[in-house]
Nanobody, 115 residues
Framework: QVQLVESGGGLVQPGGSLRLSCAAS????????MGWYRQAPGKQRDLVAT???????NYADSVKGRFTISRDNAKNTVYLQMNSLKPEDTAVYYC?????????WGQGTQVTVSS
């Protein structure tokens, strides 16, 4: 049974930081491309960042320079370090694990940026 369990969300003031974690089980973690996506109320789910099995990263333009994705294959965990948070970063953040013909999602964690 595949499980992706996100943690680390919460309420933070503008300019603050949060670190999201996603612990994976039931997959051969080190071969998967891992990603973070987010969905704000009334909007579609959008890419935030991805990291391949080889460590190559890709970011949405809106988060470049502020967010960093990383992975620890020994812990089957992917992280998203979010700095300089803005109100427009408010969304539910979802973890994704992907290889050809396999696509798994976590349940999401809420991030709210507000004063």
């Amino acid at each position: 049974q595949v499980q992706l369990v996100e943690s680390g969300g919460g309420l933070v003031q503008p300019g603050g930081s949060l670190r999201l974690s996603c612990a994976a089980s039931g997959i051969t973690f080190n071969i998967y491309t891992m990603g973070w996506y987010r969905q704000a109320p009334g909007k579609q789910r959008d890419l935030v960042a991805t990291i391949t099995s080889g460590g190559s990263t890709n970011y949405a333009d809106s988060v470049k320079g502020r967010f960093t994705i990383s992975r620890d294959n020994a812990k089957n965990t992917v992280y998203l370090q979010m700095n300089s948070l803005k109100p427009e970063d408010t969304a539910v953040y979802y973890c994704n694990a992907r290889v050809p013909y396999r696509d798994y999602w976590g349940q999401g964690t809420q991030v709210t940026v507000s004063s």
